[in-house]
């Protein structure tokens, strides 16, 4: 286990590696440490998109093999976790600060926004083929833009606040 500060071209190098973020991340989610075995399903499945109980033993066995050989040891030699080979299990050296910022914050709930915002460019097409060919809109016209802008803006913050849970509003929940 290393004593000193990684820098930060380390910590990309660590975390260059999607099934190192993903261990990582796991073991915070198992509150610092966990056996080997469903590291390796639960990685398994985040990388072929199913759930953990379908994970094939093909797939389980690729993650393992690069996970003890490799990975394990890389994040053990920058002293991120403890890794115990013989008794198969691993744990978080608590300075998880130091490499939230490399993570990927939510590996199991992802949105589509892009179908969101192809909505809202399909609503704004449609009414902008009503608004040419309807000449009795074109009163309405600005007030149709301007809720499509607003709706546009509603989007864009819904979608930046649920991608930040850290986030902090100030006026929101203070008490005088």
Known sequence: MSERELTQAELFDVFSNARRRRTVQFLKRQGGS????PLVEQVAAWENDVEADEVTRTQRRRVYIS??????PMLEDHGIVEWDPDAHRIELIP?????EPYLD????TTREWHRVYATVVG?????????VL???TTTVAPLVALALCLLVLAVSV????????DLE????????
Request: charged share 15%; with cysteine; net charge neutral.
């Open 34 to 37: 966990c056996d080997l075995a």
């Open 67 to 72: 996970l003890y050989q490799t990975h394990l």
């Open 95 to 99: 300075s998880e600060e130091v490499f």
């Open 105 to 108: 914050r939510r590996l199991e």
């Open 123 to 131: 609503a704004g097409a449609v009414a902008l083929v009503l608004t």
């Open 134 to 136: 309807a000449p009795a």
């Open 158 to 165: 819904i979608q930046y606040t649920t991608r930040r849970p």
């Open 169 to 176: 509003f100030p006026l929101v929940g203070s008490s005088p």
